[in-house]
């Protein structure tokens, strides 16, 4: 299913190594993964979330703290009963795992601009196939998935009508309204709420909303430590007040909408 991400011929698979008919070829690590991110698709030296940030969101989502949005997705995705599954912007794997629990039979594939968090999802996932790849030149061949789930992660719909077959369908989760609404207001004066609009995505129409809400009260510092350290409203704070925030262990609200498209 991969295509060279140099030539966009088809990749074929031998002694662990990805070779198209123009000899561009790409070994498979020893973590089980393969690096499909040519040097001109980068915008930096090492792009993707940094270290701390992927440490950070390990540490939080397998204290399973998100389980309940990881349920909700396969729950959505087991009557779909897709074939074959792409998970994009898949990060360190957590919800790729889940979710191949979930579809045992699926043919799985998790795509990550971060080779750090693509390292440690092949590490913890031997059974699904993972790849380092740009979300905007997606190294795949059209129609490979009869769904593709994106989880906050950018994309481009171009992309995404062209992987989906007809028919297949697109799983977004989206941040609503009151989501980590406590966070905002330790930052800002006047808080904006995050739109609610269902987006409109070309080559797709919209099936359905499912709006996922609860609270989280954590009893120890360090844990929400782990979920402010993990999205971008952390770099908003010191590192003092990051620490003075977490002491005081105020409810976070978490708000997730998760939406299906169908491809037309």
């Not at 440490?55 to 779909?80: C, E, K, M, N, S």
Request: proline letters at 6%.
């Amino acid at each position: 299913m991969y295509l060279c991400p140099l030539c966009q011929k088809p990749l074929n698979l031998s002694d662990r190594q990805y070779q198209c008919t123009n000899r561009h070829s790409f070994d498979v690590a020893r973590e089980g993964y393969v690096n499909l991110l040519p040097v001109q698709q980068k915008n930096s030296k090492d792009p993707g979330d940094n270290k701390d940030m992927m440490q950070a969101r390990r540490d939080f989502l397998h204290a399973g703290w998100y389980a309940p949005l990881a349920q909700a997705v396969a729950d959505t995705l087991i009557p779909l009963a897709p074939a074959s599954l792409l998970d994009l912007g898949c990060g360190e794997g957590y919800y790729s795992g889940k979710l191949k629990q979930a579809l045992p039979q699926a043919q799985f594939y998790g795509v990550d601009i971060s080779k750090a968090a693509i390292k440690f999802a092949a590490k913890a996932n031997h059974n699904i196939n993972f790849s380092v790849a740009s979300a905007y030149q997606l190294p795949f061949a059209d129609n490979s998935f009869d769904a593709i789930v994106r989880i906050y992660a950018p994309s481009k719909a171009e992309e995404l009508a062209r992987l989906v077959k007809a028919g297949g369908h697109l799983v977004t989760v989206t941040p609503g309204p009151a989501h980590l609404l406590e966070i905002k207001q330790a930052i800002y004066e006047q808080v904006r709420l995050h739109d609610d609009a269902i987006a409109s995505i070309t080559g797709f129409v919209h099936q359905y909303r499912q709006r996922l809400q609860f609270s989280l009260q954590f009893t120890q510092p360090a844990q929400l430590l782990a979920l402010v350290q993990m999205v971008p409203l952390a770099w908003k704070f010191s590192a003092a007040e990051k620490q003075q925030f977490a002491e005081r262990l105020p409810a976070i609200s978490i708000d997730f909408m998760l939406d299906v498209f169908r491809r037309c």
